[in-house]
């Protein structure tokens, strides 16, 4: 049944534009599935499901293949970075003293579509993006690599 539920959900986000878990705990339950906010709360998680702006509105997106990232440069995204701010089309990246060279390359080494180019410094990686939309969206996907548990 989870696997079912979760399917119908990246097919959901794929094909609407759903910007709150209520939406789509109601899309969800339209399919027959009987859900609850909380239920859809740990689906969003378990599916790494991040929010991106679209026409000037957030909605759920799908973070693909996160799962075939090297395990190596995700663990020095994960250890080395503190913190990740937007600023128009430029993430900033404050890494650990001494690790913004290091954290670039696992970076780079992801391949990202939504990086132009990117300088690092001591403690500071300035990533250059196409526009305004791609920073946030890399700036979600960045995150959710962040996290232990993936």
């Known amino acids: 049944m989870k696997k079912g539920r979760h399917e119908a959900i990246i097919d959901l986000i794929r094909n609407n534009d759903i910007e709150n878990q209520s939406e789509l705990a109601f899309k969800l339950q339209e399919k027959g599935y009987e859900v609850t906010q909380a239920t859809v709360s740990r689906d969003i998680q378990k599916l790494n499901l991040i929010k991106v702006k679209s026409n000037g509105k957030f909605k759920y997106a799908v ?32 890494t650990q003293s001494g690790m913004a060279m290091a954290t670039a390359a696992a970076l780079d080494g992801l391949t990202f579509d939504e990086i132009v180019g990117s300088l690092a410094g001591d403690d500071a990686i300035f990533i250059a993006t196409k526009n305004d939309d791609n920073a946030m969206l890399l700036k979600n996907k960045i995150e959710v690599l962040m996290r232990k548990d993936n």
């Open 63 to 94: 973070v693909e293949n996160v799962a075939n990232f090297s395990e190596k440069y995700i663990n020095i995204i994960a250890e080395t970075i503190k913190s990740l701010d937007v600023a128009k089309n430029l993430l900033i990246v404050k």
